[in-house]
Antibody, heavy 124, light 108 residues
Framework: EVQLVESGGGLVQPGGSLRLSCSAS????????MSWVRQTPGKGLEWVSI???????YYADSVKGRFSISRQKSNNTLYLQMNSLRPEDTAVYYC??????????????????WGQGTVVTVSS | DIQMTQSPSSLSASVGDRVTITCRAS??????LNWYQQKAGKAPKLLIS???TLQRGVPSRFSGAGSGTDFTLTISSLQPDDFATYYC??????????FGQGTKVEVK
């Protein structure tokens, strides 16, 4: 069964750092596109970052220069290092696998599955 | 960046009603549009990919249509399990992704 389990969330002061982990089972993180998405009550779902199978990384403007996505083959885990945290980074953070489908009728890309989410609260 | 405008933000409906949610992209995204369902306290779940491809296990009362800039999600006959929040997502640019604001489907 394909599954993602996040951990590492918690309460952190503004300006602090936190590292989120996402343990995958049923597939290999290193050979897939993987992403982080966050959700706040006020702003809904917001894409945060993506890492391509080849290792390229991209970030939303709101986190560029502060967050870093990475992966570790040995333990099949995706990470999100979050530095210089701000109150507006408070959210539930989800880890997702990115499906890239190539074909004629149903080509596209989407997020599936999603982890259960981990809560990050940035507050003094 | 591509902007996604989803409407309505909420709606009230009864079991058996036909429900339609609309999503509009700020530029043409071909058929790179996905729909997710989220229930309270749970992660979103993929319902429809590439505008109209129903995922395995998703009931056939759900359907998606559209291409270019205008898309719809339709529930042909609303069931008790369908009361949830629905999000559209564009996937035109694999380096940046945008979600709609969400539509909460509530009991009338």
């Amino acid at each position: 069964e394909v599954q993602l389990v996040e951990s590492g969330g918690g309460l952190v002061q503004p300006g602090g750092s936190l590292r989120l982990s996402c343990s995958a089972s049923g597939f290999t993180v290193n050979t897939n596109y993987m992403s982080w998405v966050r959700q706040t009550p006020g702003k809904g779902l917001e894409w945060v970052s993506i890492i391509f199978a080849g290792g390229e990384t991209y970030y939303a403007d709101s986190v560029k220069g502060r967050f870093s996505i990475s992966r570790q083959k040995s333990n099949n885990t995706l990470y999100l290092q979050m530095n210089s945290l701000r109150p507006e980074d408070t959210a539930v953070y989800y880890c997702v696998r990115v499906i890239i489908a190539i074909g004629t009728n149903d080509a596209g890309r989407w997020f599936d599955p999603w982890g259960q989410g981990t809560v990050v609260t940035v507050s003094s | 960046d591509i902007q996604m405008t989803q409407s309505p933000s909420s709606l009230s409906a009864s079991v058996g009603d036909r429900v339609t949610i609309t999503c509009r992209a700020s530029q043409s995204i071909s058929k790179h549009l996905n729909w997710y369902q989220q229930k309270a306290g749970k992660a979103p779940k993929l319902l429809i990919s590439a505008a109209s491809t129903l995922q395995r296990g998703v009931p056939s009362r759900f359907s998606g249509a559209g291409s270019g800039t205008d898309f719809t999600l339709t529930i042909s006959s609303l069931q008790p399990d369908d009361f949830a929040t629905y999000y559209c997502q564009e996937s035109f640019n694999v380096r940046a992704w945008t979600f709609g604001q969400g539509t909460k489907v509530e009991v009338k």
